[in-house]
């Protein structure tokens, strides 16, 4: 079949809209129509050329929702017309990995999907018979994708597809890092490293779970109102302080936070999110995804002192079970979502997403099919 695709050709380059050729799904796989897809910042992040996975040509966007329209043979979890959410984080709950009950990171088809294709070894896209890759096992930037069905989260169905998208990834990956990573507990000091679509979803959550002093830290001053209405209690831009950052925020949670998340992918930052950890027992969780080619640093005593540097996931969600309990909560009203979607552009109009992610004047733009 065909489908309309904002297609990556090259590092750099704006993406073009065209139709490409798209085969059908295989054994254990789905044909996905996508109804709305989210711009997070790695798809930036990728198409800027600074992933060392990044391939191209490829479809990115990886933050979607549509409608199961056909199925693979011997697929059982899902059938045509279900309402899903594209995994770019699989749960096959049969690996070593969803066995180990402790993590997410589900390994049944990681190699092949860091290699832009799908669990056989071959792509489904492609344009004047030249592969397209896949690219997170999603390529929601296509109006229809093949998903294997482990890499489909099953939601309600009267979840708005324009909404309940940024589920995909955004809302998942700040909820998640809080509840299941940090597992922040109530009373506790956070502080937010970067206020943008991810940022502020961890507020959001630290505010669910009754963390007391929220800290907002952005050089980006209109991101205080934004802050704000998502439980922040105190911003503070770094670049409008006397006093370094750490020490600012080392003063303003009486010794050091208990919580402190990166959001920025900046590795500057990620150092001054560890050492703004209280001495003995401070966590600090790494979000943020930094350019190829970057590393972390601290001096080690930072650790020995008993402050702790980890990493999330995708929020450390298991797709297939928790994405449609988030959904829930979205419906239920116990998560926002709707305000952090700025912007609703059409496919045509994908690259002024990326101009707006850019600027800072979006918090999340959807492309709605
Ligand atoms: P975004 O562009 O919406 O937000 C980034 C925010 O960081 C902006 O408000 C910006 O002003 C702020 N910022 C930049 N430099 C800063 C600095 N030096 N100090 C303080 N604030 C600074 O991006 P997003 O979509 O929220 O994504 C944030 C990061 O999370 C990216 O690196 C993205 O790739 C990563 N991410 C990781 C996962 C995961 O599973 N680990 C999932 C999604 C996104
Ligand atoms: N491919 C990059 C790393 C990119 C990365 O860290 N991706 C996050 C999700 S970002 C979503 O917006 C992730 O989940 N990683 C786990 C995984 O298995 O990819 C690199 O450095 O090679
Ligand atoms: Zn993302």
Not at 197 to 225: P, T, W, Y
Not at 325 to 348: A, F, P, R
Request: one cysteine or more.
């Amino acid at each position: 079949m065909k489908t309309r695709a904002a297609v990556a050709f090259e590092a750099k380059k704006p993406l073009e809209i065209v139709e490409l050729d798209l085969e059908g799904p295989k054994a254990g796989e789905v044909l996905v129509e996508i109804m709305a897809t989210g711009i997070c910042h790695t798809d930036a992040y990728t198409l800027d050329g600074l992933d060392s996975e990044g391939l191209f040509p490829s479809v990115l966007g990886h933050e979607g929702a549509g409608i199961i329209r056909a199925v693979g043979p011997g697929v059982t979890s899902v059938k045509q017309d279900d309402h899903v959410i594209p995994l770019y984080t699989p749960e096959c709950r049969q690996c070593k990995s969803c066995l180990s009950g402790k993590t997410n990171l589900c390994t049944a088809i990681r190699a092949t999907q860091g290699k832009g294709l799908m669990p056989d070894g071959t792509s489904r896209f492609s344009y004047k018979g030249e592969t397209i890759y896949h690219y997170m096992g999603c390529s929601t930037f296509s109006n229809f994708t093949v998903l294997p069905e482990i890499a489909v989260a099953k939601i309600r169905e009267d979840a708005p597809f324009n909404t309940s998208c940024y589920i995909g990834c955004g809302v998942t990956t700040g909820v998640g890092a809080v509840t299941n990573t940090a597992k922040v507990t109530p009373g506790s000091n956070v502080v937010v490293f970067g206020l943008g679509g991810i940022g502020l979803n961890v507020l959001q959550a630290a505010r669910m779970v009754g963390a007391d002093k929220i800290i907002g830290v952005d050089i980006n001053d209109s991101k205080e109102d934004w802050g704000r209405k998502f439980g922040m209690t105190h911003f503070v831009n770094p670049t409008r302080i006397d006093d370094d950052i750490v020490s600012e925020l080392v003063k303003l949670t009486d010794g050091g936070a208990d919580y402190t998340f990166d959001c920025t992918g900046n590795t500057t930052v990620m150092r001054q999110a560890l050492e703004a950890c209280h001495r003995g027992w401070g966590v600090s969780t790494v979000i943020g995804v930094a350019e190829a080619g970057k590393e972390i640093s601290t001096r080690p005593f930072q650790l020995v002192t008993g402050r702790v540097w980890q990493g999330s996931a995708f929020g450390g969600a298991k797709g297939r079970t928790d994405v449609p309990k988030i959904v829930d909560w979205y419906m239920n009203g116990k998560i926002e979502i709707d305000s952090m979607i700025t912007h609703q552009l059409t496919l045509e109009e994908i690259n002024k997403g990326f101009d707006l992610m850019h600027a800072g004047e979006s918090i999340r733009s959807v492309v709605v099919y």
